[in-house]
């Protein structure tokens, strides 16, 4: 993957494979970019089962304030109860490897990926990397160290 034709502030994506679509943007108020199922053979998820898909693109992101966070497509969770197995996937801003996307089906149904179908969303987010300091104790807040549900009823 060559680096010597990058802007900065773009986002470079490459194909690792021939068959592999590059995500867009659908409409001009999208924030994600929808990513596709690249593989030879549709892959079937049965009811709690889990797959690893590629997506057969890599990206490069502007600079290391960057971050691509991978999400589930609200369609494929809602409709067929298809999500992330780990939640939210971070790809850091160093990271030239394949994207791979892990799938979980939730539903009591078997749902069958094809090749090219919408599977997840990339978002591109701008992260605050500060400094990590050690200390003895954190200023006090009205909420202090409560828990989970401790702001509401």
Do not use: W
């Not at 593989?39 to 079937?44: H, R, S, W």
């Not at 590629?54 to 969770?77: D, H, M, N, Q, T």
Request: aromatic share 6%; proline share 3%.
């Amino acid at each position: 993957m060559e680096r010597k034709n990058q802007i900065k502030n773009v986002l470079n994506f490459c194909k690792i494979s021939e068959e592999a679509k590059i995500p867009y943007r659908a409409t001009e108020g999208s924030a994600g970019m929808d990513l596709y199922a690249c593989m030879e053979n549709e892959v079937t998820l049965n009811p709690g089962g889990r797959a690893f898909i590629s997506c057969g693109i890599a990206i490069s992101l502007p600079g290391r304030e960057y971050v691509a966070l991978v999400f589930a497509r609200s369609g494929l969770s809602i409709k067929h109860g298809i999500t992330l197995s780990n939640g939210v996937g971070v790809i850091d801003s160093d990271y030239r490897g394949e994207i791979g996307i892990g799938l979980c089906n939730l539903s009591d149904t078997s749902y069958t990926i094809k090749p090219g179908d919408r599977i997840a969303q990339l978002l591109i987010m701008k992260v605050e990397n500060l400094p990590i300091e050690e200390v003895s104790s954190l200023d006090s807040t009205s909420r202090g160290s409560k828990g989970f549900g401790s702001t509401g009823k």
